[in-house]
């Protein structure tokens, strides 16, 4: 892909996690279904970062405020020992100015199933906060003044409520909208945990690829109109010059998107029904197509519905076997050879067909043209009206940008609520 839409899809994957993050860990990466969870973990600096523990490990976590979604935006601590992935947190924390020499306290709280679990994790992130930045201080919370607040109102009801487990518990209460602060204290860490788990793992499935995608195509159609305008403000010739390459961009991009979406043979598509047991292969369309990705984020959500269950060996070879067909669907631009079609394309734009063999190439001179072009940015000397112009229409960008991410968090806010909806409706009629 090329430079300016790697950027975008890192600045859009961001956006999701910043998005959603106080409604649910939408970004957080899937649980290892092998381990049971016994324990929650949250390490408040600001950035404030949740962790879902079993066995010493992390197996599920979330970013809990944007500034957390900043420092561990591209970063996956799933699998990691609990006190490496404090000592991640705080490192990355120094590293990026959160914690600094006059800012120094890292709040951390702990709650686990039985007390020598919490000690142990307590003890392995506190040890990992240590190791992570010298200047670092372990320091106490601010739940523990509410706590005391709780117990002053029904002694018997919070006496064994913990800083820790209150924190556990408004976490757990995003994902059921029935919990309260009452039900939650008389429940056990560990059933508080598992919904916490299971919370997380619901909110990811609702951001597919096929989502994201959705909003990047539409932003990237609006931001090389505004990109356009902002060229022309330095002048005919660097406009001319910054048309020549996003259209070169958007071509590969177009042929890109192409490439990693391409349908699937109809003996593999039977073949793959036939594996998951489906009556058609209705169930594996995204908006209206069949693609790999559409069947790879079947298999996620089928996943999750067989963790730890009876069944769940069985879907795990039935999973490989379907993997494996879709192996050959794997798209590399390194190799992907451009087609007549193709050539003709570039050709009409005037651009040299023997600089180009592969998708990879256009990519590689794509980069290239925009180099230029922001090396040419630094020598042309604008006036002050000129700057004025480029300011504005910066601000432009950057307000449509804003304006997509609420639109799809407000997507997945509405899904995650439906999604409570039914569960809830589940839930009374089981009762």
């Known amino acids: 892909m090329t430079k ?68 561990l935006s591209g970063v996956d601590l799933t699998g990691m020992e609990a006190g490496k992935a404090a000592e991640l947190i705080v490192s990355l924390a120094e590293q990026m100015g959160y914690l600094t020499q006059s800012n120094n306290t890292v709040q951390v709280l702990v709650t686990a199933e039985n007390a020598d679990t919490q000690t142990e994790i307590r003890q392995d992130i506190e040890a990992g906060v240590e190791s992570g930045s010298d200047i670092a201080q372990v320091t106490g919370d601010d739940y523990s003044r509410r706590v005391e607040e709780l117990k002053a109102q029904d002694p018997e009801l919070y006496a064994d409520l913990t800083a820790a487990k209150l924190r556990l518990i408004e976490t757990a209460m995003l994902f059921d909208r029935r919990l309260t602060v009452e039900t939650g204290a008389k429940m056990s860490t560990r059933l508080l945990v598992e919904l ?29 109109e505004i990109d356009q305008q902002i060229a022309a403000v330095y002048g005919q010739e660097y406009a001319d010059r910054y048309a020549r390459y996003a259209a070169l961009e958007a071509l590969y991009e177009r042929w ?10 109809e003996a593999d598509l039977a073949e793959i029904v036939s ?27 089928l996943e999750d519905r067989y963790d730890d269950g009876p069944e769940e060996e069985a879907f795990e070879r039935i999973e490989e076997r379907v993997e494996r067909i879709l192996e050959k669907y794997d798209f590399d631009d390194d190799d992907a050879l451009l087609t007549e079609a193709q050539q003709a394309e570039l050709a009409a734009l005037g651009f040299d067909l023997p600089a180009f063999r592969t998708l990879e190439g256009v990519e590689e001179y794509a980069d290239d043209l925009e180099d230029d072009l922001e090396d040419d940015l630094e020598r042309i000397r604008l006036t002050e009206e000129q700057r004025a112009a480029v300011r504005e229409l910066q601000e432009q960008k950057r307000a449509l940008k804003r304006q997509i991410m609420e639109e799809m968090a407000a997507e997945i806010r509405a899904a995650l609520e439906a999604a409570a909806e039914q569960k809830a409706d589940r839930l009374e009629q089981i009762a």
Do not use: M, Q
């Open 196 to 224: 916490v788990e299971e919370g997380f793992d619901d909110a990811e499935d609702l951001i597919t690829d096929e989502l994201k995608d959705s909003f990047e195509r539409r932003y990237e159609a609006a931001e090389r």
């Open 275 to 301: 594996l998951l047991g489906l009556n058609s292969a209705e169930d594996l369309k995204v908006n209206g197509r069949i693609t790999a990705e559409g069947v790879e984020d079947y298999l996620d959500r």
């Open 4 to 71: 300016t839409k790697r950027n975008w899809i890192i600045a859009l994957a961001l956006a999701v996690c910043l998005a959603v993050t106080v409604i649910a860990a939408a970004c957080a990466p899937k649980h290892n279904a092998a381990a049971s969870a016994d324990g929650f973990a949250a390490l408040d600096i600001n950035p404030s970062v949740e962790l879902v523990i079993a066995d010493g490990k992390v197996v599920s976590w979330r970013a809990a405020n944007d500034d957390a979604g900043v420092l």
């Open 256 to 265: 890109e998107d192409e490439a990693e979406n391409a349908g699937i043979s």
